[in-house]
């Protein structure tokens, strides 16, 4: 992912990658779009879209997002 992001940057040129890792989006992607069985339902930045709130729409669970090291981490939270 570091390559790509370099070349993109390199080459002035977007970068399109379809991942399922939340976590793993969100320390590369400098724009994010959250897909809810086909549909869009969040585009935006990192910031805009990695909330707990956007999350937990989406995934139909509770989510924390933590930020630690320049970084916005998603935990879910497992029913009781």
Request: aromatic share 6%; glycine share 4%; proline share 2%.
């Amino acid at each position: 992912m570091s390559t790509l992001r370099r070349l993109a940057h390199e080459l002035n040129k977007a970068v399109v990658v379809v991942i399922h890792d939340i976590n793993f989006a969100s320390c590369y992607a400098d724009k994010i779009v959250a897909l809810k069985k086909g549909e869009v339902v969040a585009t935006g930045s990192v910031r805009d879209v990695i909330q707990s709130e956007v999350l937990s729409a989406i995934y139909d669970t509770p989510f924390n997002v933590i930020e630690m090291q320049g970084q916005r981490l998603c935990l879910y939270t497992l029913p009781t």
